[in-house]
């Protein structure tokens, strides 16, 4: 019984992790190709080093609406804040 419920966890913690880097991955891809040009050096380290899911899902989803990379940019640190 303890030995399922513990499994049954460690399961959900390895989905909730896979997810995260998931999101992370496709963020850093999108915002890479969409603002080439204009992404900062910090912008890639702190999408790497985030581990909360509901940020970096903020951040995608940003990414997608911001036309400018100001734009995605005042959004990534508005969160940061």
């Keep these: 019984m303890v030995e ?3 499994s ?3 399961i959900q913690r390895g989905r909730e992790i896979e997810r995260v ?3 992370r ?3 850093l891809l999108l915002v ?3 603002f080439r040009e204009a992404i900062s050096e910090e912008c890639p380290g702190l999408i790497e080093h985030e581990t909360g899911f509901e940020l970096l899902d903020t951040w995608f989803r940003a990414a997608v609406t911001s036309d400018k990379f100001d734009d995605f940019l005042a959004v990534f640190r508005r ?3």
Excluded: I, N, P, T
Aim: no cysteine.
């Design 4 to 6: 399922s419920f513990l």
């Design 8 to 10: 049954r966890q460690a």
């Design 21 to 23: 880097e998931s999101k």
């Design 25 to 27: 991955e496709d963020l």
């Design 32 to 34: 890479r190709v969409k």
């Design 79 to 81: 969160q940061l804040s």
